[in-house]
């Protein structure tokens, strides 16, 4: 048996008669607050991942700045 509108209307009638209207405005915005919460944690992963491989990058060109010096060196 499939779930319809009417079913669904019923539902939510009976949340609100038994909760009120404030109750469930507090958890939709408690809900919304974790998702805002959410989405800014994945947001700062990605900007550390992104850092992280600057700074991989700039190592390994100062490494190889490094390298390509200590040959010149010994070539001179």
């Not at 060109?61 to 070539?75: G, L, M, N, Y």
């Amino acid at each position: 048996m499939a779930v319809g509108w009417p079913q669904i209307l019923l539902v939510v009638l009976l949340l609100v008669l038994l909760f009120g209207r404030g109750k469930i405005s507090d958890l939709m915005g408690d809900v919304a607050k974790g998702i805002k919460s959410f989405k800014k944690g994945m947001a700062d992963d990605v900007e550390e991942e992104a850092s992280d491989k600057s700074v991989h990058t700039i190592e390994h060109e100062a490494k190889a700045a490094t390298k390509s010096s200590k040959e010149e060196s010994k070539a001179g």
